[in-house]
Structures are given as structure tokens and as C-alpha cells.
């Protein structure tokens, strides 16, 4: 597996990292804990090194999880996990809702720390903007935390360039992470420029539109009843039919490059800058070998303007996340 830097942090991750919500939360129910287990061990064997979790995805027994698999290999990889929502000790989400507050801050450092089982967070992200905590107080905690070694690195999530710039100003940010695929290209326009202005590393979560972009999805598939995905505009059946257009086109992107539609589109996400390490997720081997694999094919110049004009001419249907949640999306 190749190697990329998250920016100028001198952070070192492979080129795609594993993003391991699902394995306990939001597409379904959870996965067998030890099977999930193999699959994290599994990825290291493969080459992969860097893991993203979060307090929130469970909540909490993501990181439990990713804590278990990863300790006998602790040395040999990237942990990187959240802070930002005010969860309940049940596991239901708080009044507050979002909570950044310094003092929360600390406290759900020690708590991953410790569901982790390691000694420092070696990435530690502001999981969504707080409005009523100023960005500066919040990198000043992360500050406080890197200084005390329990944090090895500051990130943010969903943030907007204005606010990337604040809080680099205050404690410098390696990696930003937030959405980003052929169908949801929102970072193009001020983030990614902001980033490569300031030497900042990009993490695109959902590299494969939460399963679409692999063309096993249409407008006929049913999800189980606790996949998020029934809630999302993106996935109704009349959206599907409509996005269908983009799978049409990596597919037969693929079919010349002897690759799958996912290879492509985790490989177009590669090509775009050197600091972009996608995260996709899953809970199959053979899919995570297949995402693996991703980081080995390589489109020419050629088949990105090909890329490119093509997908100019497809208008993507419904938004990518509810009301709801894109109300917590920095602007």
C-alpha cells in the first residue's frame, strides 16, 4: 500500500484508510464484534494504517471496538476519532445537541483514551462545528490536550474555509474530513483550495456515496429498517433512478480499466491532490480488499477530463444528508 502525508503535519497514513462506523452503527445492525475484529486485522495485514471511529457511532462501542482490534498492532497504526455531541450516558443524544465546550472536550478525551486502550489520540476531530463555542476556545483545548501528549494531531470536520483558517490560526490543523465524491463535490469550490493554501490534509468520508457509487445499489434495493439511508433525499427510489447516471459512467470508466465502478471512484478521489486519503468503510473482506486495491489503478490524465465531462452533464438528485443534519454543517 502506498504512503501519503496529510499536508505539511508530516502525519504518514496509507493512501486509503478504513472508515469504521458501519461495522456498528447507521447502516444496519451491528456486525458480529469478532468478525469485525478479523476485518480490522485483516486491513493492517493489507497494508492499511490509518482507522477512523468516533465517540457518537454506537455510541461509543465503535471505538470499543476499533480499540480492541487495534491493540496487539498499536504501534503500527493511525487512530482517529471525535469530539462534539453531548451524549447521554444511555447513548441518547443531549439537549444541547452539539458541545464543544472546552471542558467537554477533555472530558470525552479521556473517555476515548480510555475505550481506545491507548495512551494518545493520534488524530482527535471537532466531529461537527459547535455555533456556540467560538473555533478558537475549541483549538485551544485540543492545544491544551496536545501539550499534555494526549493528542497528537487537531482536526475538524464539515468545516467551512472561514473557519478552518480560525482555528489554524490557533493550533495548526492536520486533516480536515468531510464528504467528498464524484456525487458530492461541495469541498471543490473554498475548502480544498483553503487547505493546499495552508498545508492541510483531506479525509473524504464516504468516498462511495454511502454504497451507491459501487453500482450494487438501484432504485429497487430495500435497506434494513435501521439504515440511515432510508431517511437520506439521496436515496429515494426516484433519486436512484435518477443518479443512476454516474454509476453508468464509472462503470463503463471501469469496464476499459479491467477495474470495478468503487475502484474508480475511490481512484478518481486519489487523483485529485496527494493529500487526499479517502476513508471508505465496510464490513466484507472481499470489499475491503477490492477498496485496497483502489490505490493501484491509476487514470491518465485523459480519463479524468473524460471523468470530468461526463459528470458535468449529470445533475445529481435530492440532497446528501436530511434537513437536520446538514443544519449542523458549517457555512
Request: proline share 6%.
Amino acid at each position: 500500500m502506498q504512503k501519503r502525508k496529510l499536508g505539511k503535519s508530516g502525519l504518514e497514513v496509507s493512501a486509503v484508510g478504513l472508515g469504521c462506523m458501519g461495522m456498528t452503527y447507521g447502516y444496519g445492525p451491528a456486525s458480529d464484534k469478532q468478525a469485525m475484529i478479523s476485518l480490522i486485522r485483516s486491513a493492517v495485514e493489507r497494508g492499511v494504517t490509518f482507522f477512523d471511529t468516533a465517540e457518537s457511532y454506537g455510541p461509543f462501542n465503535n471505538e470499543e471496538l476499533v480499540g480492541e482490534a487495534l491493540l496487539p498492532i498499536r504501534d503500527q497504526v493511525t487512530i482517529a476519532t471525535k469530539f462534539g455531541f453531548q451524549i447521554n450516558p444511555d447513548g441518547s443524544r443531549g439537549p444541547r445537541g452539539l458541545d464543544s465546550r472546552p471542558e467537554h472536550i477533555k472530558e470525552v478525551a479521556e473517555a476515548s483514551l480510555k475505550r481506545l486502550k491507548i495512551d494518545v489520540i493520534d488524530l482527535f476531530y471537532q466531529h461537527r462545528v459547535d455555533p456556540n463555542v467560538p473555533i478558537e476556545e475549541v483549538a485551544d483545548a485540543v492545544r491544551d490536550l496536545i501539550d499534555e501528549g494526549k493528542v497528537r494531531h487537531f482536526g475538524l470536520s464539515e468545516a467551512s474555509a472561514t473557519t478552518i483558517r480560525r482555528a489554524h490560526a490557533i493550533q495548526p490543523v492536520t486533516a480536515v474530513q468531510s464528504e467528498y465524491s464524484l456525487w458530492t463535490r461541495d469541498p471543490e469550490a473554498e475548502v480544498l483550495p483553503t487547505l493546499e493554501e495552508l498545508g492541510i490534509g483531506f479525509v473524504p468520508w464516504s468516498p462511495l456515496g454511502q454504497g451507491f457509487l459501487t453500482g450494487k445499489i438501484d432504485a429497487t434495493t430495500s435497506f434494513n429498517s435501521s439504515d440511515m439511508r432510508n431517511t437520506f433525499p439521496r436515496f429515494s427510489p426516484e433519486a436512484r433512478e435518477a443518479n443512476s447516471a454516474l454509476v453508468d459512467l464509472l462503470g463503463s470508466i471501469a469496464k476499459r480499466k479491467e477495474a470495478t465502478p468503487a475502484q474508480i471512484a475511490i481512484a478518481w478521489l486519489l487523483a485529485q491532490k496527494p493529500w487526499i486519503v479517502p476513508i471508505p468503510g465496510t464490513t466484507k473482506l472481499h470489499r475491503l480488499e477490492e477498496n485496497i486495491r483502489a490505490a493501484a489503478v491509476e487514470l491518465t490524465l485523459g480519463d479524468l477530463h473524460e471523468i470530468e465531462t461526463a459528470a458535468s452533464q449529470i445533475s445529481v438528485q435530492g440532497a446528501r444528508l436530511p434537513e437536520h443534519i446538514l443544519k449542523l454543517t458549517d457555512h
